[in-house]
């Protein structure tokens, strides 16, 4: 990307001549904007905006793809979205709301001054500290050591504070956590490097501490960094569905945000949009797609009377409902809470960092332990031991071990983030490695969500007349038929007086007959559970037009190098059986489930965890948001609903799922990686250790091993990021 | 060696005014778009004339 010149970028070769604006302080209005990527189109946009009338103030953010603009209240969104698409960029509205939560990373900022203080601080105090270890004496080293204390006291004080609190907190929970070690070998430190300094001694440790702080917060922060990065990419998914509604008030329609609906309010939905609330079906004839909800590929019919929950997509015809529920009671919402008392799949996993505390913490403080006590038994001098401990838990100080996991999972959510995978949760990778068992959901994961003919050429002689009654059609089976036989290249059969009659499908008339393309019911024909459309061309039995689900991009390799690297999969799906089985056998899946229910969904997820299997849940719809929250590691495709999203520990960025695979492979590679920067760690370890309890170490090998270790483990993290 | 008295206090001043100047950086928020900024300086918006 930085390879480009300005003049390279395709859509933006004008020169701007107009200002780009200063920075927006109250942006009313975000849009996405996925294809800009150089100066032109920064100033092409700005441009096209600011001279929208009522702008008041419009910038790009490069980075985050995105415009915030300040605004009159009279500019809507949507006018400057079709604006933009004028000019050539493809622009989504943001819903400002989402995004204000992001807006400013206060967390990631205090880290990143705290980083800048210990920065500051060490390389000060290191220099004081080369001139003492280069030969300083006497009064100077006595002034030198007084100078570092007074930068380190202050400036440890304040940089610090993340791993003070940490180590608090875990003592208070009556549990070790890295943090205590860390904090105890710091403020041993400090505390015998100021009793020497004030008795003229040797040997002062405040480089040493500060050093460890340093290194330790740069950790820290990549570990935020990383997943600040995946959670905004996250709030950006969410925030791309604007949450409107059209309400009717009095038959005038008016466009009003989800959350200003009521109880009792009536909402129209046009075709293709989700309905909002639960409600009631009071007018007009459609056919609504449940699959987000149920797994179930067959539209219903929807007439008045009918029931429809948030979430479910109305097809043909508007709709419109009566609100029976809203915002935080819909069951869209209930069921989102479900989710959120399932999340058991993880709760009990440790991760690796913690295991390792475990072991570790307690190690360090009886080594240090005992050999304070060790030398004051030997000697009775209780400067000697103070300092031979203080030495013992600076150079035994998890500085490599506080880099070894952040290094890590940054190259790694990277490397991933490239291949179109955000991930959500800091450990999801080492689960993610572990997973021996991955099971699928059909509908909209395995498959794209779009039906594709399968007996097109059984009734040759009715393709003209079949493209004629669905090119007029919005319904996605017509839309699908449509397109399959234009590919044919066949030309429309001359059909007159063509009307859609929502919720049940085509009609027309050719050559004085009435001939129809719709439900299996309005032909008088049987309902078999597949997904068909049926011709009635007047003379004869109607013929049946039948569908499959076509396959999502990468399905098939992924399945294949799944199974392939030993893993065991399981397609579990709500659908019925018929297209179930059919799509286990395209894609060679041995083991699978119809028909299963939300609860049967999780049941099966957490039995399989219970047998001690690591469930990788792939999914999308709300039927399977219990079950990716039981999942051991979950992944859901950007199309899923926000509540699966929000489930899952990672998400999909593009529309191919070839991308799994690899990341179980990415991720195994990462935690091999993990282990070997343990070792690393523990290594140095081995060797300072003997000479820090023998009394042989001096803040100079401390300084040294420490840089050694840090610099080893972040290089070898750096060698997953690289390869491509 | 009394040159320490002067030398110290400029380095750990010099240190001190690059520290704030990051600080300043940090709290101006001109960390939250590095990749627009580095090519916006390629604009050639304003190379006749300042913005007004």
């Known amino acids: 990307?930085?390879?480009?010149?300005?003049?390279?970028?395709?859509?933006?070769?004008?020169?701007?001549?107009?200002?780009?604006?200063?920075?927006?302080?109250?942006?009313?209005?975000?849009?996405?904007?996925?294809?800009?990527?150089?100066?032109?189109?920064?100033?092409?946009?700005?441009?096209?905006?600011?001279?929208?009338?009522?702008?008041?103030?419009?910038?790009?953010?490069?980075?985050?793809?995105?415009?915030?603009?300040?605004?009159?209240?009279?500019?809507?969104?949507?006018?400057?979205?079709?604006?933009?698409?004028?000019?050539?960029?493809?622009?989504?509205?943001?819903?400002?709301?989402?995004?204000?939560?992001?807006?400013?990373?206060?967390?990631?900022?205090?880290?990143?001054?705290?980083?800048?203080?210990?920065?500051?601080?060490?390389?000060?105090?290191?220099?004081?500290?080369?001139?003492?270890?280069?030969?300083?004496?006497?009064?100077?080293?006595?002034?030198?050591?007084?100078?570092?204390?007074?930068?380190?006291?202050?400036?440890?004080?304040?940089?610090?504070?993340?791993?003070?609190?940490?180590?608090?907190?875990?003592?208070?929970?009556?549990?070790?956590?890295?943090?205590v070690p860390i904090s105890l070998g710091i403020v041993l430190a400090l505390a015998t490097s100021l009793w020497e300094t004030t008795l003229s001694g040797h040997h002062a440790w405040f480089d040493a501490a500060l050093t460890l702080?340093?290194?330790?917060?740069?950790?820290?922060?990549?570990?935020?960094?990383?997943?600040?990065?995946?959670?905004?990419?996250?709030?950006?998914?969410?925030?791309?569905?604007?949450?409107?509604?059209?309400?009717?008030?009095?038959?005038?329609?008016?466009?009003?945000?989800?959350?200003?609906?009521?109880?009792?309010?009536?909402?129209?939905?046009?075709?293709?949009?989700?309905m909002p609330v639960d409600g009631e079906v009071i007018d007009g004839r459609s056919e609504i797609d449940r699959s987000l909800l149920t797994g179930e590929t067959l539209p219903v019919f929807a007439a008045p009377g009918l029931l429809v929950s948030a979430g479910e997509v109305n097809l043909t015809g508007p709709l419109t409902l009566r609100a029976n529920a809203v915002g935080a009671e819909t069951s869209l919402h209930r069921m989102a809470e479900l989710v959120a008392i399932a999340e058991s799949g993880r709760a009990n996993y440790t991760p690796l960092a913690d295991a390792m505390a475990r072991m570790y913490a307690p190690a360090v403080h009886v080594l240090s332990g005992a050999s304070l006590l060790g030398w004051f038994l030997a000697t009775g001098d209780l400067r000697l031991s103070l300092n031979i401990a203080a030495a013992v838990l600076i150079i035994t100080c998890p500085c490599a071990l506080g880099l070894a996991v952040p290094a890590v999972t940054t190259a790694a959510s990277g490397r991933l983030f490239r291949k179109g995978l955000l991930v959500k949760d800091a450990t999801a990778l080492e689960r993610l490695a572990e997973a021996d068992c991955v099971v699928f959901d059909k509908t909209g994961t395995l498959t794209a969500g779009t039906p594709d003919v399968t007996n097109l050429h059984d009734h040759a002689d009715a393709l003209p007349l079949a493209l004629a009654l669905a090119q007029g059609s919005r319904h996605p089976l017509s839309v699908a038929l449509t397109r399959a036989?234009?590919?044919?290249?066949?030309?429309?059969?001359?059909?007159?007086?063509?009307?859609?009659?929502?919720?049940?499908?085509?009609?027309?008339?050719?050559?004085?007959?009435?001939?129809?393309?719709?439900?299996?019911?309005?032909?008088?024909?049987?309902?078999?559970?597949?997904?068909?459309?049926?011709?009635?061309?007047?003379?004869?039995?109607?013929?049946?037009?039948?569908?499959?689900?076509?396959?999502?991009?990468?399905?098939?390799?992924?399945?294949?190098?799944?199974?392939?690297?030993?893993?065991?999969?399981?397609?579990?799906?709500?659908?019925?059986?018929?297209?179930?089985?059919?799509?286990?056998?395209?894609?060679?899946?041995?083991?699978?489930?119809a028909a299963a229910l939300p609860a049967d969904k999780a049941t099966l997820v957490r039995r399989l965890g219970e047998e001690g299997v690591r469930v990788l849940m792939v999914g999308d719809g709300l039927n399977d948001t219990a079950a990716l929250a039981a999942a051991h590691v979950s992944i859901s495709p950007a199309s899923a609903l926000d509540a699966a999203r929000t489930a899952s520990d990672m998400v999909l960025l593009g529309t191919s799922l070839a991308p799994i695979a690899d990341a179980c492979a990415i991720a195994r590679a990462a935690t091999a990686r993990i282990r070997e920067n343990f070792t690393i760690a523990i290594l140095y370890n081995c060797v300072a250790v003997p000479l820090a309890i023998a009394g042989l170490a001096t803040p100079l090998i401390a300084a040294l091993a420490m840089s050694a270790s840090s610099i080893t483990v972040s290089l070898n993290a750096l060698r997953l990021g690289g390869r491509e | 060696m009394t040159i320490l008295a002067w030398l110290i206090p400029i380095s750990l001043s010099l240190g001190a005014v690059g520290l704030l100047a990051?600080?300043?950086?940090?709290?101006?928020?001109?960390?939250?778009?590095?990749?627009?900024?580095?090519?916006?300086?390629?604009?050639?918006?304003?190379?006749?004339?300042p913005r007004p």
């Open chain 1, 213 to 274: 702080t340093f290194f330790l917060l740069a950790g820290r922060y990549l570990d935020h960094r990383a997943r600040a990065i995946a959670r905004s990419a996250a709030e950006e998914l969410t925030a791309l569905e604007v949450p409107r509604a059209t309400r009717l008030d009095h038959g005038v329609e008016t466009e009003v945000p989800v959350a200003a609906l009521k109880v009792g309010d009536l909402v129209l939905v046009r075709p293709g949009g989700r």
């Open chain 1, 1 to 179: 990307m930085t390879a480009l010149s300005a003049a390279a970028c395709p859509g933006c070769l004008a020169t701007p001549v107009e200002m780009p604006a200063p920075p927006v302080e109250d942006a009313r209005i975000a849009l996405s904007l996925p294809g800009i990527h150089c100066q032109a189109c920064i100033s092409t946009v700005e441009r096209t905006l600011n001279a929208v009338p009522g702008v008041r103030a419009a910038r790009v953010n490069l980075t985050l793809k995105r415009a915030l603009i300040d605004a009159a209240p009279d500019v809507s969104a949507t006018d400057l979205a079709a604006l933009l698409q004028g000019a050539g960029y493809e622009a989504h509205e943001l819903d400002a709301d989402t995004l204000a939560a992001t807006k400013t990373d206060a967390a990631g900022r205090a880290l990143l001054i705290r980083l800048a203080v210990a920065g500051f601080a060490a390389m000060n105090v290191m220099l004081l500290s080369v001139s003492v270890w280069s030969g300083a004496s006497d009064a100077t080293r006595d002034m030198f050591h007084w100078i570092s204390a007074a930068i380190a006291l202050p400036c440890i004080a304040y940089a610090g504070q993340p791993f003070f609190l940490g180590a608090y907190r875990a003592l208070r929970a009556r549990r070790l956590s890295m943090d």
């Open chain 1, 485 to 593: 036989i234009r590919a044919e290249g066949i030309a429309p059969a001359a059909v007159t007086e063509l009307r859609e009659i929502p919720g049940y499908g085509t009609e027309g008339r050719l050559n004085g007959q009435t001939v129809r393309l719709g439900r299996a019911a309005w032909m008088g024909a049987p309902e078999d559970g597949d997904t068909a459309a049926w011709l009635s061309t007047g003379t004869g039995a109607p013929l049946p037009f039948r569908f499959t689900d076509a396959l999502r991009d990468g399905a098939q390799e992924a399945v294949a190098a799944l199974k392939a690297s030993g893993k065991r999969v399981i397609l579990l799906s709500g659908d019925s059986e018929g297209p179930v089985r059919t799509l286990a056998g395209r894609l060679g899946i041995d083991d699978w489930h």
């Open chain 2, 22 to 49: 990051f600080l300043y950086t940090v709290r101006s928020n001109q960390y939250d778009d590095p990749e627009g900024d580095s090519r916006r300086i390629l604009s050639d918006d304003w190379d006749d004339h």
